[in-house]
């Protein structure tokens, strides 16, 4: 069964670090394609050995910040 899960991408330094909100998971990788499929590695193994059957919804908003 596939599930369409959420990737949260930031740079640290000259890594890519990717996030799943919905799980919880967290991998990086040099690139970003790298950090995603690193990412869904990680999710689909944490997943095996803890399944879930819900998961909770992410809402992605974007806001602005003042800066001095």
């Known amino acids: 069964m596939a599930t369409i899960l959420t990737a949260v991408v ?3 330094g000259v890594w890519y670090v990717a996030d799943c909100p919905e799980v919880g998971t967290v991998s990086q990788g040099k690139t970003i394609e790298e950090a995603i499929a690193n990412l869904k590695e990680a999710t689909e193994l944490y997943l095996e050995e803890f399944p879930q059957s819900d998961f909770a919804q992410t809402v ?4 602005e910040v ?3």
Do not use: E, S
Not at 60 to 63: A, H, Q, R
């Open 60 to 63: 992605v908003k974007t806001f």
């Open 66 to 68: 003042i800066q001095a």
């Open 10 to 12: 930031h740079k640290d």
